[in-house]
């Protein structure tokens, strides 16, 4: 295999790189899997493939690798299984729940309901709003900012939406007002944005909210792989979120929260496990975690996001925000610095140092964002998003209707990861692209594509089944 070496620039490699930033950063704060794999460039040779959209899924920590690797062979049915197996599955399963529940803070009557990712989990709990002689109690409230896991299952139900204002205060004086006038049953909001990385203050937001008689539910999918959550602390009454972006394999999710909604809600999935006692007309159903569990759990899934919250749970807290911070102040004062690129953010008021994830949203002008993406893939080894992420309200109002660049990092990456991408998009601006481009099932990649890939995958660009998301 021809290994390339792709180089930052001079200009970008002496811009806001220090020797401590190196210290902290220049290697991942833990191992994952697939940390090393070599992606093949447009132009020849293999360089490491850097990894910036652990926003959509990060790698698997080794450790979790090895941890799926050791249970796998001990995998069956679980609940009803008298066998040996069955019950070794059982035992890890339901330990999962104690496990998850300790990592975000839960308090002991907490629920702890495995779902197939956290869109599952808030599709879920809009199906367990309490409502009186058929109607809803009151309404959910949600800003505008929002993933569309936290905004389209309350579309279903009556409900609210808040344009944010353009700092933190000014949304939290919005949020105040609306819970004023009354009739709010729910307040849903992110933990952390998917889009610029922001962090929300959840403790005052459910401190409004049970002000005003409302619960609060937070999407923490892209908070609780960055920050510590603690529910009782915050006083959150349901958080739910993902295994794939927590650095754990499969798409299991979950969803914590306060029993009395969840044990008189609608099954979310009727099916077996799920009842006390069928009839042919009628059924009894379970409470707790299994009523809304039906069918056949996703045990692997379930054990394996356990494990990557005890992980997480052990990092030094200072050392984890310094590298990520690291990371992301580096990649964020480097893009400034390049004419034409666009650096951006929904509150004016967000302390980068503090109140920030490892997100950063750009935007190269005169390029289409899916463009910038194929060419950085194909001519530097560089992953990262495009498009408008799931929050096309937000991406809208931002004034990028058809999208932006999203690069992502976490515990994995390193600083040489944003150097490469400020390399190639100092390339980019100073002299083109290096390639022709086509749009193949609407998705940008290199013309005349002859790269190859493993013997095991469709050797194609992987762009048949591209989600649309064009439509505004």
């Given at each position: ?9 001079p ?12 210290r ?14 070599q ?8 360089v490491r493939?850097?990894n910036?959209?652990y926003g ?12 799926l690797?050791?249970?796998?062979p001990?995998?069956?049915s ?9 019950q070794i599955?059982t ?6 729940r104690s ?5 975000v ?28 002689d058929g109607?809803h ?9 929002e993933h569309?896991a936290?905004?389209l ?14 700092t ?8 105040r ?10 307040l849903?909001?992110?933990?952390a ?8 203050p959840?403790?005052a ?35 739910a979120?993902s295994?794939?972006?927590l650095?754990?394999p ?7 929260g ?6 008189t ?14 009839r042919l ?6 409470t ?7 069918g056949?759990?996703n ?14 749970a ?12 690291a990371?992301?102040?580096?990649l964020?004062?480097?893009?400034q ?10 509150f ?30 194909a001519e ?16 809208k109002?931002?004034?990028l ?6 690069a992502s990092?976490?515990?994995g990456?390193?600083?040489e990861?944003?150097?490469?991408l400020?390399a ?9 692209l ?9 998705r ?29």
């Amino acid at each position: 295999m021809t290994t390339a070496t792709v180089s930052p620039q001079p200009a970008i490699a002496d811009a806001g790189i220090t020797e401590e930033r190196h210290r902290i950063a220049g290697r991942p704060l833990a191992a994952v899997t697939g940390a090393e794999i070599q992606a093949p460039l447009i132009s020849g040779g293999h360089v490491r493939y850097a990894n910036l959209d652990y926003g959509a899924s990060a790698p698997a920590l080794s450790v979790v690798s090895a941890y799926l690797n050791e249970i796998l062979p001990y995998y069956a049915s679980v609940h009803r299984g008298a066998g040996y197996a069955s019950q070794i599955s059982t035992s890890v399963y339901e330990n999962a729940r104690s496990i998850v529940r300790d990592f975000v803070g839960g308090r002991p009557d907490d629920s702890v309901i495995f779902t197939r990712n956290t869109t599952d989990s808030l599709n879920l709990l809009a199906g367990c709003l309490p409502a009186t002689d058929g109607r809803h109690d009151g309404d959910v409230l949600y800003l505008d900012i929002e993933h569309h896991a936290n905004l389209l299952p309350w579309q279903g139900v009556p409900h609210r939406s808040i344009v944010a204002a353009d700092t933190i205060t000014g949304t939290l004086d919005a949020v105040r007002a609306e819970l004023e006038q009354g009739g709010v049953s729910l307040l849903a909001v992110t933990g952390a944005s998917n889009v610029t990385g922001e962090i929300l203050p959840i403790r005052a937001l459910a401190a409004l909210a049970h002000q005003h008689g409302a619960r609060i539910v937070v999407d923490a999918a892209q908070l609780a792989p960055h920050r510590r959550v603690d529910i009782s602390a915050d006083d959150v009454d349901y958080l739910a979120f993902s295994g794939h972006k927590l650095y754990a394999p499969f798409g299991a999710g979950v969803l914590v929260g306060r029993p009395d909604w969840l044990d008189t809600g609608v099954p979310h999935l009727a099916g077996g496990g799920a009842v006390k006692e069928a009839r042919l007309d009628g059924v009894s159903w379970a409470t707790g975690p299994a009523r809304h569990e039906g069918g056949s759990p996703n045990v692997l899934g379930a054990a394996t996001l356990a494990r990557a919250t005890q992980v997480i749970a052990e990092l030094d807290q200072d050392r984890w925000h310094a590298h990520e911070s690291a990371i992301r102040s580096f990649l964020v004062e480097g893009l400034q610095r390049i004419d034409g690129v666009t650096v951006h953010q929904i509150f004016k008021d967000t302390n980068p140092e503090t109140d920030t994830i490892g997100v950063v949203n750009f935007s190269v002008e005169g390029y289409d964002a899916g463009l910038v993406a194929a060419y950085l893939s194909a001519e530097h080894g560089v992953g990262l998003r495009d498009g408008r992420f799931c929050a096309h309200p937000l991406l809208k109002r931002l004034g990028l209707p058809s999208g932006s660049l999203r690069a992502s990092f976490g515990v994995g990456s390193r600083l040489e990861d944003a150097e490469r991408l400020l390399a190639g998009i100092q390339t980019l601006r100073s002299s083109g692209l290096g390639w022709d481009y086509v749009v193949d099932a609407g998705r940008w990649v290199p013309a005349n594509d002859f790269r190859t890939y493993p013997h095991w995958a469709p050797n194609t660009p992987g762009t048949a089944g591209a989600a649309p998301c064009t439509d505004d």
